[in-house]
């Protein structure tokens, strides 16, 4: 029992600091400035739930993915958690990752799909760490991860709903610390991951 919930909260842990609803708070705020109340729901309702089912697929595809391009668990570790780390790195000097980066779209009903769901929410390192997390382990470990994605999206899109607060009564500044802070856990976690994927390469 011990084991699940200290696995249940590093899982947390990290999508939280990969995904920080807090952070992206401002960019939905502004792809969304000039639109009423519904139609933002609407797009943070797709974005959330676009967002869970990209990562799911990866989640409980990700062996099979792994067996047809002959990745090896090491490997993957290793280059994701460089990725993961350079995520984190950008987001402590205040910079809007390289990663996540992505255009306006033209139309509305775009902005669900591109940026938000891809890649702001489901991007690249999000991707990387539900993996992760899912290949250390049986069938519950990936229950777990996905239960923990689900509720990360419900928080951001709460998050989403009540952005215009949230940035009132943070404000930028608080905002920007939080990114920090998180920034740190990422590069963190990306650190850890590329120390296990050595440890599985050479000593395993």
């Keep these: 029992m011990d084991n699940i919930l200290a696995f249940t909260l590093s899982v947390f842990t990290g999508f939280f600091a990969i995904m920080n609803p807090i952070a992206?708070?401002?960019i939905f705020a502004s792809l969304t400035d000039d639109l009423d109340k519904a139609t933002k729901?609407?797009?943070?309702k797709r974005a959330t739930f676009t967002a869970?089912?990209?990562?799911?697929?990866?989640?409980?595809?990700?062996?099979?993915i792994f067996e047809i391009f002959g990745i090896t668990i090491p490997a993957f570790k290793i280059t994701g958690g460089i990725l993961i780390f350079y995520v984190g790195f950008e987001m402590l000097?205040?910079?809007?990752s390289s990663v996540k980066h992505i255009k306006e779209p033209e139309t509305?009903?775009?902005?669900?799909?591109?940026?938000?769901?891809?890649?702001?929410?489901?991007?690249?390192?999000?991707?990387?760490?539900?993996?992760?997390?899912a290949s250390q382990g049986n069938y519950m470990n990936i229950l777990i991860v996905i239960?923990?994605?689900?509720?990360?999206?419900?928080?951001?899109?709460?998050?989403?709903?009540?952005?215009?607060?949230?940035?009132?009564?943070?404000?930028?500044?608080?905002?920007?610390?939080?990114g920090k802070i998180m920034g740190l856990i990422i590069a963190i976690i990306g650190t850890n991951m590329i120390i296990?994927?050595?440890?599985?390469?050479f000593f395993e």
Excluded: Y
């Excluded at 729901?41 to 943070?44: A, D, L, N, V």
């Excluded at 938000?116 to 992760?132: H, K, S």
């Design 41 to 44: 729901r609407s797009i943070s």
């Design 93 to 96: 000097q205040s910079k809007k």
């Design 196 to 201: 296990s994927g050595i440890r599985a390469a």
């Design 108 to 133: 509305q009903e775009n902005i669900a799909i591109s940026p938000l769901a891809i890649p702001i929410l489901a991007g690249p390192g999000t991707i990387v760490t539900a993996m992760n997390f």
């Design 24 to 26: 992206n708070v401002p």
């Design 52 to 64: 869970f089912i990209i990562v799911v697929v990866f989640v409980v595809l990700g062996k099979f």
């Design 147 to 178: 239960g923990v994605f689900a509720v990360m999206c419900i928080l951001t899109h709460i998050a989403f709903e009540l952005g215009d607060q949230i940035v009132k009564r943070l404000g930028k500044n608080i905002i920007v610390v939080i």
